[in-house]
């Protein structure tokens, strides 16, 4: 039989020991829980013609960036790659696959990690050889273009925009980092158009396909057009499927436009005298604002963004929600 041992500590402290340990656990878990975030913005395209390149992707990086500190987030725990600052940071496909690759091994279960792309996005015939990917309904990729990209490539099974990245790939990451442990939220402000929005309108935020020298009507979107009556689609942003992933856990995602409509950016906030005034992308601006502003989940940010595009008589582009309702957002 062992022996009585007399501890000095009352046996009701005793019995709630077990929960006091847990409750200790369960805070310096929640301690060491962190929150990240990657931020890309491209305006520059060296690589294409000059009238292709935009000015709101660097202005929303700053503007996501600075919602994020007011939420807490660490400023050294905040990666930006945006044009023109430096080519150890120049949103190439080579800086932003290592990007992903550094977030991925940093993150912790627990940690929380926004995800912010902004720039041209366009749609590529899906290559004939896609070994682990799905095979696309419409035979069609879209795509994110990074700043070294080129014009298409169209020899080979493996023809492709060079340096696109793809939806598969980005979903794939973002998978990795739900398997992680991590919560991600992915913010898209970037469409796959037809055409460029020039002048005092919006300038859409798409590059089409005969800019980039893609055999399109040659392909799978050809059937897709001339379910359009003949027309060349006129852009849009990442759909349910486009720059995501087919499953939804462990994450809420938000995107500029359906999958047909044109996505752009212009001098906002409208009326503003021109010295405050900056050339944003339209969902990116008012996303913020509604953040900024108190709401916190899905459904909210979704009310206070068609709140504002209502102010401004915005029929379209409509926005998309992935996630659950109820999600909250950072």
Not at 16 to 42: E, K
Not at 217 to 237: D, F, M, P, V
Request: one cysteine or more.
């Amino acid at each position: 039989m062992a022996d009585n041992v007399n501890t000095g500590v009352p046996a009701s402290w005793l019995r709630r020991a077990p929960l006091v340990l847990a409750m200790l656990f369960t805070w310096f878990g929640a301690a060491h829980a962190a929150d990240y975030a990657l931020l890309i913005g491209v305006a520059d395209y060296p690589n294409l013609p000059r009238r292709l390149w935009l000015q709101g992707p660097i202005n929303d990086v700053g503007l996501v960036r600075g919602a994020l500190l007011e939420k807490g987030f660490a400023a050294e725990h905040i990666q930006t790659l945006t044009s023109r600052a430096g080519p150890t940071v120049e949103p190439t496909r080579h800086n932003i696959v290592r990007a992903f690759a550094a977030m991925r091994n940093r993150v912790q279960p627990g940690d929380r990690v926004f995800f912010y792309l902004a720039g041209h996005g366009s749609q590529q015939p899906q290559p004939l050889e896609h070994p682990g990917r799905p095979t696309e309904a419409d035979g069609l990729d879209e795509v994110f273009l990074p700043a070294d990209v080129r014009q298409w490539d169209g020899s080979g099974a493996k023809a492709a925009i060079p340096n696109a990245l793809l939806d598969d790939e980005i979903g794939e990451w973002m998978d990795a980092l739900v398997d992680a442990g991590a919560t991600v939220w992915g913010v898209f402000d970037a469409c796959h158009a037809g055409g460029i929005a020039r002048g005092g309108r919006p300038r859409g935020r798409g590059i089409s396909a005969s800019d980039l020298g893609l055999p399109i009507a040659a392909h799978a979107a050809s059937s897709r057009q001339k379910q359009l009556g003949g027309q060349e689609t006129t852009g849009g942003a990442a759909t349910a499927r486009a720059f995501g992933s087919a499953r939804l856990d462990g994450r809420s995602l938000a995107f500029a436009a359906r999958s047909h409509e044109l996505t752009g950016e212009e001098w906002l906030p409208r009326g503003a005298p021109l010295a405050k005034a900056r050339r944003h992308g339209v969902f990116t601006f008012h996303f913020v604002r509604a953040l900024r502003a108190g709401a916190l989940t899905t459904s909210e940010l979704q009310h206070a963004v068609g709140a504002g595009y209502a102010a401004e008589s915005r029929m379209s582009p409509v926005p998309q929600w992935l996630g659950r309702k109820e999600s909250t957002w950072p």
